[in-house]
């Protein structure tokens, strides 16, 4: 009788890493459960169950074996998208092996406890006690950072930076922001003086909960979303999580306006259908994961910013808003398209015009960058905060941290470095928009008769399908001909609103 061959190294770690992805799996429909249907009773329970889980993950993936298999497979014959999922993994394989167990679990349990309070604190105004919880997130956030910092010989913020966007460095920010602080703020205020000439009327509501999702229900089927693969929920801030095979959404109603909910459902959308449209022939492995939180966000504000806030698309749009709340004065098209296109700085990030954005972005990676790197601490957030909105907006927070420095979910839970991902994203997105113009002649007829599948395809074929196959910059380049251009980003805000 003879024995089975041996399998292969890589073929090992493929196992392996199914297995971490069905583990990841539950982590996400957990955490998605725990900011929409679950009771708040269970947060203390469902935390202590994340965060065993994001142990046991951590164990399996530091584990000595698999640096082991990593390094035989490294010896192996392998295709370019196995060689390339083989990276992914020891990507990971890097980013976990640096960081203790304890600290794991320290980290899930003290992100879980700020955040499920956050929810109570930033309707009541409580600085105080939200402070008193992200103290600690921010302490275990700093260790993670000089651990990593150490390893990589880079700053603290840096390493936490690459953690969502690898390759990217403050430097690279610190050059692309300053390009853009150059040029935004004037073009901020001709915007705003030019449409202080051009009436816009309010659509007066209220406007029924059930009627809005409705809405939401027939954008995102014209978007395109797949509703045997995902649905859409509500919680306190808007979001898409779940996986691949089951993509869950959310957003956030107010009877008093629709549009804010609606475009965070098309916002959601754009990350859904690129999660929906990842390799499927791939799924469960590293190469099958989106590329990075930028490309994430590309897509998102792709469909939201670049899509969604043109004329041609609001003029498809406006038909499925009068068929829920009727015709009134605000609503005729030509004051629908100048509603959606308004620009008006505001406190709110999530609710900012495409103009202002950048600047709300400024200022958290200004902050979060300081914090991390021990130059403030958490009690110096809000004074910062307000002269920061102050220095970029012209706007005052002093005493209002419900919409000042606690707006934000993503410091509950130490998601530092993330927030510069928002505007690269819109750099990215105004970059691909304009070439899919270019590929697409007559997009913008298309687009105008509801006609998105020329779109959907030109993404699907230049970013969607390729996962995490190549990095950033030679999938941009491959769909665009050339890495991230913020030229095309200031170009869009122009021929937009000037």
């Avoid at 770690?13 to 708040?40: E, K, V």
């Avoid at 390009?179 to 202080?196: G, H, I, N």
């Avoid at 959606?340 to 600047?359: F, H, T, W």
């Amino acid at each position: 009788m003879t024995s089975a061959p041996s399998s292969s190294a890589y073929e090992e770690l493929r196992t392996l890493f199914s297995r971490l992805s069905r583990f990841d799996h539950l982590s996400a429909i957990g955490g998605w459960d725990m900011q929409t249907m679950m009771p708040p009773g269970g947060s203390k329970a469902r935390s202590a169950a994340l965060a065993e889980l994001s142990v046991l993950k951590h164990q399996i993936l530091t584990a000595a074996k698999t640096g082991s298999l990593l390094e035989q497979a490294l010896q192996e014959s392998l295709s370019d998208i196995d060689r390339a999922n083989l990276q992914e993994m020891r990507r990971q394989y890097d980013n976990a092996v640096l960081v203790p167990e304890s600290l794991v679990e320290a980290k899930s349990l003290a992100g879980a406890r700020c955040e499920h309070a956050w929810r109570a604190q930033r309707p009541a105004n409580d600085w105080q006690g939200f402070s008193d919880n992200l103290r600690e997130v921010v302490k275990l956030t700093r260790e993670e950072a000089q651990i990593r910092a150490q390893a990589a010989g880079i700053s603290r913020y840096d390493a936490l930076l690459n953690l969502y966007e690898p390759g990217m460095s403050s430097h690279d920010l610190d050059r692309i922001f300053g390009d853009l602080k150059t040029w935004l703020p004037d073009l901020l205020q001709k915007v705003v003086a030019k449409q202080a000439n051009e009436p816009c009327l309010i659509p007066q509501g209220p406007f029924d909960l059930e009627k809005q999702r409705q809405l939401g229900l027939s954008v995102m089927k014209l978007l395109g979303f797949n509703f045997d693969g995902g649905r859409v929920d509500v919680s306190v801030h808007p979001f898409c999580g779940g996986v691949p095979e089951d993509v869950r959404i959310t957003t956030r109603y107010n009877q008093n306006e629709f549009l804010t909910a609606l475009l965070g459902i098309v916002h959601e959308t754009g990350h859904a259908r690129y999660e929906q449209n990842l390799p499927r022939e791939w799924l469960g492995q590293p190469v099958a994961l989106a590329r990075s939180t930028a490309i994430h966000e590309s897509q998102s504000l792709l469909f939201e910013m670049q899509l969604a806030r043109g004329s041609d698309f609001l003029k498809i749009l406006r038909p499925l808003v009068t068929a829920q709340f009727g015709e009134q004065a605000a609503l005729e098209e030509g004051n629908f398209i100048r509603l959606n296109q308004r620009v008006k700085p505001g406190l709110i990030r999530v609710d900012a015009d495409e103009v202002s954005y950048p600047a709300h972005v400024i200022l958290r990676y200004e902050i979060e960058q300081a914090l991390v790197e021990g130059e403030i601490e958490v009690e110096d957030i809000p004074a910062l905060w307000n002269e920061k909105m102050h220095h970029y907006l012209g706007l005052d927070t002093v005493g209002n941290y419900r919409n000042g420095c606690m707006q934000d979910i993503h410091w509950t839970d130490g998601a530092f470095g993330y927030f510069p991902t928002y505007t690269l994203g819109a750099m990215y997105a105004a970059q691909l928009f304009q070439h899919a113009r270019k590929a697409l002649p007559n997009l913008s007829d298309e687009i105008a008769a509801g006609d998105l599948s020329h779109l959907f395809h030109w993404l699907q074929q230049n970013i969607w399908h390729h996962g995490s196959r190549y990095s950033t910059n030679t999938l941009i380049a491959n769909a665009t001909g050339e890495t991230l251009n913020p030229r095309y980003f200031r170009q869009h805000l122009e021929n937009r609103y000037l």
